[in-house]
C-alpha cells in the first residue's frame, strides 16, 4: 500500500463499534424506498462507509439488498487498514472490501452510500462538505443515507440524501424501548443533534411529536404500534411527514428536510 500523501483515505479512523443486525432500520427503509432504483440499474454498486471493526454490517447489507435487486453488488469501505485485511475472508460473489474513505475508491459511481455512525466525532462545520462530497460520487439517480443509532439498532435516525442535497430526516425506534418520542433526541445525526434547543425545527418537531404521543396515550391498550400510527397521524397535519401508515406501523416517521433544517442552512 502507498503511503503517499496524495493517496491517503479522506477522513478519520471511527471507534469501530459494531454489531450484528444494528443497522436493520435502516436497511429496511432503503429497501422500501430505494430498492426499485437499485433494481432497475441492475449491476449497480451499494457502499458501506465505515463499517467498523467487523464487517457484520456489510454482510447483511448484501443480504436485504439482493432481496430486491438481485444484481447489485456491496462494497465495504474503512479508513482502517486492519480492519480491511480482516473483512477479507468474508469476502463473496458481490461482496469485496477496501481501504478508503470519503473519496470512495470503488471503481464506478454508487447508487447508494450508507454511512451510520461516521460523522459522531466530526465537527458539526464539516458535516456538509462531507455530504456534499459523497453526494457527488453518486450515479444518476443514487442516494446517500447518513444517520446515527445505538448499539444495538434499537433507535436510529438517518438523512437521506440525493445529488440536490438532503431530502428527508427518519426516525425509526424498536417502539417498546420508547417511553417518548423525544428519546430518539440522543440519535440525532451529527447535523441535528446540537439543535435540539428551543428556537431550532427538530425541538419543535420533538416536542410535538411528544404532545401527539401523550394525546394517544388511549390508543395504548391496543398496542403500543397503534399508539405510534396515531400520534404520527396527528403530527402529519403540522408537518411535512412523508410516506404513510404502512412505514409508521413498522416504527418509522419520515419528514422532508426543509422542515427540520438547522436555522441559517446555507447547504445544497
Not at 483515505?9 to 469501530?16: E, I, N
Not at 436493520?24 to 458501506?48: C, F, P
Not at 443509532?149 to 440525493?162: K, N, P
Not at 434547543?197 to 394525546?215: K, Q, T
Request: hydrophobic share 45%.
Amino acid at each position: 500500500m502507498t503511503t503517499s500523501r496524495a493517496a491517503r483515505p479522506v477522513g478519520a479512523v471511527t471507534r469501530g463499534t459494531t454489531n450484528p443486525n444494528r443497522l436493520r432500520r435502516m436497511d429496511r427503509w432503503i429497501v422500501a424506498s430505494h430498492g426499485g432504483a437499485l433494481r432497475r440499474a441492475g449491476s449497480a454498486v451499494a457502499v458501506d462507509l465505515g463499517y467498523g471493526a467487523a464487517p457484520w454490517t456489510a454482510v447483511e447489507l448484501l443480504g436485504r439488498l439482493r432481496r430486491v435487486a438481485p444484481r447489485v453488488r456491496v462494497v465495504g469501505v474503512e479508513i482502517e487498514p486492519e480492519r480491511v485485511a480482516a473483512a477479507k475472508v468474508f469476502e463473496q460473489e458481490g461482496l469485496s472490501f477496501v481501504h478508503g474513505g470519503f473519496e470512495l475508491p470503488v471503481g464506478e459511481a454508487p447508487m447508494l452510500v450508507r454511512a451510520a455512525n461516521v460523522l459522531r466525532q466530526y465537527d458539526e462545520r464539516e458535516v456538509v462538505g462531507v455530504w456534499e462530497r459523497l453526494c457527488a460520487r453518486l450515479a444518476p439517480g443514487g442516494m446517500v443515507v447518513e444517520g446515527t443509532c445505538d448499539e444495538v439498532g434499537r433507535r436510529h435516525v438517518w438523512v437521506a440524501l440525493g445529488a440536490e442535497g438532503p431530502r428527508t430526516v427518519t426516525f425509526a425506534a424498536r417502539l417498546g424501548s420508547l417511553e417518548r418520542p423525544s428519546d430518539l433526541a440522543e440519535r440525532l445525526p451529527k447535523a441535528l443533534i446540537h439543535r435540539n434547543v428551543p428556537g431550532e425545527a427538530v425541538h419543535a418537531f420533538l416536542r410535538d411529536f411528544d404532545r401527539a404521543w401523550a394525546a394517544a396515550a388511549p390508543y395504548a391498550s391496543y398496542g403500543v404500534r397503534q399508539r405510534w400510527v396515531r400520534a404520527v397521524g396527528d403530527l402529519a397535519g403540522d408537518w411535512p411527514v412523508v410516506g404513510g401508515a404502512g412505514r409508521w406501523r413498522q416504527g418509522e416517521v419520515t419528514v422532508e428536510w426543509g422542515a427540520l433544517a438547522p436555522r441559517g442552512w446555507v447547504g445544497r
